[in-house]
T-cell receptor, first 113, second 111 residues
Framework: DSGVTQTPKHLITATGQRVTLRCSPR?????VYWYQQSLDQGLQFLIQYYNGEERAKGNILERFSAQQFPDLHSELNLSSLELGDSALYFCASSVDRGITEAFFGQGTRLTVV | EDQVTQSPEALRLQEGESSSLNCSYTVSGLRGLFWYRQDPGKGPEFLFTLYSAGEEKEKERLKATLTKKESFLHITAPKPEDSATYLCAVQASGGYQKVTFGTGTKLQVIP
């Protein structure tokens, strides 16, 4: 158990809908990262937050947004969903924003039908 | 752009048959190189961080090494429970500390 909690574990929704994925980082970790993993793309970095502020952006679509709240949990919002958004979405957390080992949650499997 | 290439894509070993996984990288200033293990349907599990060429780290049957262009994950006398996908990732130095992952090597250890 990494200490990172993601909910829900599975999500099935229709195209055009909006969903919210939730992540609770390990106790004491200030950084939260979101990754997308699909079969043909591997792990793709989406976005990082540090202590409530956005620190780095990767290949995140404009239809996607995220935030980190004062209690350090984070949410990833996915809107206008397309079939191609079906993937595993992982959250990871680390102590700080420097050289860090990130600890991953178990992921949310999103299926868009 | 930072790049990580892992080889082979898949590797099948007999129990006890030692081998190595390769991770070649291109990054504009290496801050750190990470190795993770991922079981099917689960999140990656952190194994090692390497910071500079010549560095080595060990954990049970695994040993990671780093040069200026690549890293190796050596697996000595593997057991079936070592079967997993092994991911390599690099973190670039500088203000934008993006982590780039390779697509992994899927290891199967046969009893």
């Amino acid at each position: 158990d990494s200490g990172v909690t993601q909910t829900p574990k599975h999500l099935i929704t229709a195209t055009g809908q909006r969903v919210t994925l939730r992540c609770s980082p390990r106790s004491g970790d200030l950084s939260v990262y979101w990754y997308q993993q699909s079969l043909d793309q591997g792990l793709q970095f989406l976005i990082q937050y540090y202590n409530g502020e956005e620190r780095a952006k990767g290949n995140i679509l404009e239809r996607f947004s995220a935030q980190q709240f004062p209690d350090l949990h984070s949410e990833l919002n996915l809107s206008s969903l397309e079939l191609g958004d079906s993937a595993l979405y992982f959250c990871a957390s680390s102590v700080d924003r420097g050289i860090t080992e990130a600890f991953f949650g178990q992921g949310t499997r999103l299926t868009v039908v | 752009e930072d790049q990580v290439t892992q080889s082979p894509e898949a590797l099948r070993l007999q129990e006890g048959e030692s081998s190595s996984l390769n991770c070649s990288y291109t990054v504009s200033g290496l801050r750190g190189l990470f190795w993770y293990r991922q079981d099917p349907g689960k999140g990656p599990e952190f194994l090692f961080t390497l910071y500079s060429a010549g560095e080595e780290k060990e954990k049970e049957r695994l040993k990671a090494t780093l040069t200026k262009k690549e890293s190796f994950l050596h697996i000595t006398a593997p057991k079936p429970e070592d079967s997993a996908t092994y991911l390599c990732a690099v973190q670039a130095s500088g203000g934008y500390q993006k982590v780039t992952f390779g697509t992994g090597t899927k290891l199967q250890v046969i009893p």
